[in-house]
């Protein structure tokens, strides 16, 4: 998403990865499909497979990531009318407004990960879906884990609501969801 971003892709629909790793994915975004709903954002969405699986219950979604071969695959195998691709740096992307920000994977690469969670709160009207790695991490890729405190302290006292909540303490990783109060 920008120089001050690590990353690392697995291309789940090209079979890269062990069984568990392409399960462990593809779990991640059949669990936020559940909460896309109207225009979505697949923030740090790599090679497509996860946006793809998003427009079942979304009606569009926008797709970004910094890895420009990545989007290449995902545009010849995932676009559609409802599933755009684009290329984007952090901060430097346009954000506008979507219904939904799902973000499997992505925060923990970035060096600035508070502004891009603002951007994302700001940006997002109804709900937010979050994977994140729960310290400690031994991945060379991540800039950063966390703690479950410290993802709970970027929605306190927002008008942001827990809507589902599930850790994962074998892989060590956190997914959330939160809903703006209405």
């Known amino acids: 998403m920008g120089d001050d971003v690590t990353y690392e892709n697995l291309n789940v629909g090209a079979g890269e990865g062990s069984e568990a790793d392409r399960a462990f994915h593809l779990e991640r ?4 499909a559940r909460f896309a709903r109207g225009k979505v954002l697949d923030a740090g969405c790599g090679y497509g497979y996860g946006s793809q699986i998003l ?20 545009e010849g195998y995932y676009r559609t009318p409802d599933v755009t691709f684009e290329l984007a740096t952090f901060p430097g992307w346009r954000w ?30 109804d709900r937010v879906f979050l994977t994140v790695p729960i310290k400690p991490t031994t991945n060379e890729f991540h800039v950063h884990a ?30 959330v969801c939160y809903q703006k109060r209405r």
Do not use: P
């Open 96 to 125: 506008r407004q979507f219904s939904c920000t799902v973000c499997i994977e992505a925060i923990e690469h970035i060096e600035f990960y508070r502004e891009f969670v603002g951007k994302i709160l700001y940006y997002t009207w």
């Open 55 to 74: 427009s079942a219950t979304a009606k569009k979604v926008v797709g970004v990531d910094r890895d420009g071969e990545a989007l290449n695959y995902a």
């Open 29 to 32: 975004y059949h669990a936020a």
């Open 146 to 175: 966390f703690t479950e405190d410290e993802i709970r302290r970027w929605f306190k006292g927002s008008e942001w609501q827990l809507i589902f909540y599930e850790l994962q303490a074998q892989q060590r990783y956190l997914m």
